[in-house]
């Protein structure tokens, strides 16, 4: 675990989290001063001013999972999709950070509208949140999708045809603004 001063470029310090094994293809966000980090079914909190681990649990409640997607939005985290074994997932998670309340919204991609995948991408902009492409049996997509979290219903799909599919891309948001790197 690192911390890196983007004024000096340096890294402040690195510490081994001994409460956190080793891991890939997990996600992470943060909420205030805090990172959570989610991965086969582990949820940690890290309280980034001491640098320690002060919630560990495993979300009996969410299918184990790796390769998905997670964004913040104010004190919740949502999760999305992922691999769990050699099945692709579909299903739409809110995990209230006050509370850890684990509310499962969808088990099916929003009645379908959403294919299984893994390895696609997600980002928050206000309320909404947006996915696009990933894998998943047909192969790599360049659907893209806007999920509205108040009601918690798929507002808009496209498919981005000027954009070839692909999966293990990074996608952020500035202002309304999103931007895909592959």
Known sequence: FYKIDTI?????????LSNITPRSEHSMVAIDTDIYIYDLNNFYKI??????????NVLNIIIARSEHSMVAIE???????G???IDYLNDFYKIDTINYNVTKITSDGFDGSISERHQHSMVAIDTDIYIFGGKNNEGHLNDFYKIDTISCNVVYSNVLSNITP???HSMVAIDTDIYIYD
């Open 8 to 16: 000096s470029c340096n890294v402040v310090y690195s510490n081994v």
């Open 47 to 56: 309280d980034t001013t001491s640098c320690t681990v002060v919630y560990s």
């Open 75 to 81: 004190t919740d985290i949502y999760i999305f999709g």
């Open 83 to 85: 691999r769990s074994g």
């Open 166 to 168: 692909r999966s293990e």
